[in-house]
DNA sequence: GACGATACCTATTGGTTCAAGGTATGGCAA
DNA sequence: TTGCCATACCTTGAACCAATAGGTATCGTC
């Protein structure tokens, strides 16, 4: 069985990882107007979001952590009143992710909007 | 450790469930407008969407066998042309569910656009 | 000296979605 | 009549993400 694909490629997985992948594009954009570190990150989410999203450090730190592994932010550390900081940036890599992340997310939700508050176009009223 | 929870009941398990619950929602709203089977189901999202959300029979299944499970939906079998069908309906607790469903969901989408485009409050510029 | 806030980190669990398979009927074409 | 595709249902397994729950260490205050 061949399985034909047409002439499409890029298997486009699947579906664009939905909802997953929020943190990742909240950090990508808030780190893209300025530096922060990452206990700043989950308090700045919270209030950013007037305390309606809350991103705990067990689900930010492992994100941050990849980020940089994949050379989307790069980060230095930083020593503020004997306390040691990792301030990240984005990396001009994560800033093009950022931009394909974002515009995804608003793609996606067009789709969902169009579903939910799409006409019934099914004019096909074979059924009784 | 007494752990205070302060004033607020209903422990909130954490986030409300974001993304996650994005076919469920579907689901609810697709059987709120008029019966529908399965199959008719998976094809109506990716209608809808103009082919841009793509949910498999191995995701919507599973969905509506709990959402009857839980008295959200109910179903009656139909056969048209030898074939058989599992046509469900929702229930009035599947109608209230669906409504708390959407008014979460929007808010929660309200929370993210707070943080995507949200101005950078810290007018706080205690670091140089 | 105990506690809370700051600041970092990881391991384990749990829930959802997805891919892949499995069953069965009807219609059409070779 | 044989094969195949579309219809229509279903379940299992893996993969992935986020949440919980821990663990370390410093600073300031009571």
Redesign the interface.
Known sequence: MPEIVSSRMAPKS??PD???G?PE??LL??LA??PMYGYELVQ??R????G?????EGCIYPILHRLERDKKLASKRET?GGRSRVVYRVTPAGRKKLEQQ?SLWE???L??E???H?E???GNAS?S
Do not use: C, H, P, Y
Not at 47 to 50: E, K, Q, W, Y
Not at 52 to 56: A, D, H, P, T, V
């Open positions: 699947s579906n939905f909802l997953n929020v594009l909240l954009r808030l107007r300025r700045a989410i209030l950013a979001s007037d309606e999203l809350e991103f705990g503020v974002q793609q996606t939700m789709a969902i169009k579903v939910l799409g019934d176009d099914r059924i």
